[in-house]
């Protein structure tokens, strides 16, 4: 090719550029914006995400609303036993070694009557 030649078609090629450049600048958006779509739905922040978070949420708050209702029957039952006859009851038979009518105690130590052997 001739020198004539190569400089009649820089300026085409400039031209061409210019002409592609907008067609190119556009499919840098597109694939930018493909790829932040992307990551809103399949990422560590993403739509499914959010959704398994959600659900797990909920799990959890229903583990916790149970844990709690039986954190308040036990609370209850404490304090019935602290201010209830039956305390009263049980620290009697155990300080004293009372029996309720019908019950067999049977006593395992190891000198019951204090005799030496």
Sequence with gaps: M???NLQQRAPLRGLQWRQHRGLLVLSLMGA???GLLILSVFGDQGVFRIKLLA???VIL???VRNIENDNAS????LREMKEGRASYELAAREK???V???EIVYDFRADPL???R
Excluded at 74 to 77: D, E, I, N, P
Aim: hydrophobic share 25%; net charge positive; glycine share 12%.
């Design 2 to 4: 001739s020198k004539n």
């Design 32 to 34: 930018f914006a493909l």
């Design 55 to 57: 659900r797990d949420r």
């Design 61 to 63: 708050e229903e583990k």
């Design 74 to 77: 036990l609370r209850r039952k």
């Design 96 to 98: 004293l070694g009372l």
């Design 100 to 102: 309720k009518p019908g």
């Design 114 to 116: 204090g005799e030496r």
